[in-house]
């Protein structure tokens, strides 16, 4: 008998051993999952965003935003040229809203810029005529979607974790809920203004018409 009770005796104590799931702390796998998810919800905000500018600046930018900001370790110069970087694929994302697309009699796709007169193509190797150039004149929808373009160009900017380093090395707590809250609001604000108000126009570095 006393054989029976320490056996039940070392079962329980070896039952206490076992620690409840609801014990455990929360794995370091399970931490990289949600981070994982974080970051695939950010780059997948960032190419919804960047459908709506110009291919070439948003690549562009890509591209040269690691390089310039020295992967978020910015000095006073690699902070200016940050900011002329940004300046400049703003702008750009501002001026291409106002070009346009067509195909001449061969087929082949000519650029140029609307006017309010019509559309001045770049290389000058097409004369429009008046009653087809009518179609191009820049309209007020034109200039609501060049500001729409620079605001969600910032969106852009502010999903770049390297930018964001580089002029808010350590963001205060208002200051990071500002960072992260402001460019999903921009993105939703104007992807919402895009869908009501489309444009027609397929300018350089957008997808071009089948017409």
């Not at 919800?41 to 960047?50: I, R, W």
């Not at 609001?185 to 027609?200: A, D, E, K, R």
Request: one cysteine or more.
């Amino acid at each position: 008998m006393d054989i029976k009770v320490q056996g039940e005796e070392s079962q329980e104590h070896g039952e206490q051993k076992v620690p409840l799931l609801q014990d455990l702390p929360v794995s370091q796998t399970e931490q990289k999952s949600l981070i994982q998810k974080a970051i695939s919800q950010t780059f997948q905000s960032t190419a919804h965003l960047a459908n709506l500018l110009p291919t070439g600046t948003v690549l562009a930018f890509q591209l040269l935003s690691p390089l310039f900001t020295n992967q978020g370790n910015c000095d006073s110069v690699s902070r200016s040229m940050t900011a002329g970087l940004i300046v400049l694929c703003g702008l750009s994302c501002f001026l291409m809203s106002y070009t346009d697309s067509f195909r001449d009699k061969n087929g082949h796709v000519c650029y140029g810029f609307a006017t309010f007169y019509g559309l001045w193509v770049i290389d000058g190797s097409v004369t429009l005529p008046p009653e087809f150039a009518a179609k191009y004149r820049l309209r007020f929808i034109d200039f609501m979607h060049a500001f729409m373009s620079i605001l969600v160009f910032a969106a852009v900017a502010l999903f770049d974790q390297n930018v964001v380093s580089c002029f808010y090395p350590a963001p205060s707590a208002k200051a990071q809920e500002i960072l992260t809250a402001l460019p999903v609001g921009i993105g939703v604000f104007c992807s919402m203004l895009f869908v009501v108000f489309p444009t027609t126009r397929h300018g350089i570095g957008f997808p071009l018409s089948a017409n």
